[in-house]
């Protein structure tokens, strides 16, 4: 039960302006890289909802449909030329890093928090799924909808910056194998969230999808030496 009064939504309003003003941060034209902080700073009105007593599983909505706000906005940065990829990833992978510590510790610290949890290494993860793959009874089919339809967008708007970066570049096929082992962990977790039975084969297609698409918007580097003897 969400323990939900007028002090809680007045400071669940000031934490998510805060957010706001590290998201349109730009928009002052203070020449400074602050609004990369919005991935992080998205984390504090998340785990507030969560102390608050919301969904877990709602609330993890609500944190990725934020980051993927933050990655459409860096994208346009990237097209632009305004922003730079390995910052977007860097800050994207420490926030979710932060995520995955709080997820170890507010649990511990409140175990209320615990609940529709499962216990994963040392992390306290939406307990999504029985030991059949089936869905638990606590969880509503809807937000889970929207939930595998938004984390699937959150890594597709990581790897469309990537592909936009290294259009045209040359690169040679085994790097491949370094940029798609990159995404391994992803594939995985989308796998998980689709089909957890078929977790291992959702993984091997999405990685040849990725490999394929490498393999037509790059170039080897080759194809000069080639018209050359030509």
């Given at each position: 039960m969400a323990l939900f009064d007028l002090n809680a939504i007045i400071i669940l309003v000031t934490l998510f302006v805060i957010y706001g003003v590290f998201l349109f941060f730009d928009l002052f034209k203070r020449n400074e890289n602050y609004g990369y902080?919005?991935?992080i700073?998205?984390?504090v009105p998340i785990n507030f909802l969560w102390?608050?007593?919301f969904d877990v599983l709602g609330i993890y909505l609500v944190?990725?449909?934020l980051w993927c706000i933050c990655l459409l906005r860096d994208l346009w940065g990237v097209k632009s030329e305004k922003k730079e990829i390995n910052q977007i990833v860097l800050f994207l992978v420490l926030a979710l890093i932060i995520q995955l510590i709080l997820s170890a510790i507010l649990p511990v610290t409140n175990v209320?928090?615990?609940?529709n949890t499962e216990l994963f290494w040392y992390f306290y993860l939406p307990d999504i799924y029985d030991a059949n793959f089936?869905?638990?009874s606590w969880v509503n089919l809807n937000i889970?909808?929207?939930?595998r339809i938004v984390a699937t967008l959150l890594v597709a708007l990581?790897?469309?910056p990537l592909l936009v970066d290294i259009k045209g570049e040359e690169v040679p096929v085994p790097v491949f194998i370094i940029i798609i082992g990159l995404f391994i962990i992803p594939f995985l977790y989308l796998g998980w969230i689709w089909l957890p039975g078929g977790m291992g084969v959702l993984t091997f297609l999405f990685s040849v999808v990725l490999f394929v698409i490498l393999l037509i918007i790059t170039r080897s580097g080759k194809e000069v030496q080639m018209k050359k003897k030509q």
């Open positions: 902080f919005a991935y700073v998205a984390l102390f608050l007593g944190l990725f449909i209320v928090l615990q609940t089936n869905t638990e889970l909808t929207a939930f990581v790897i469309v």
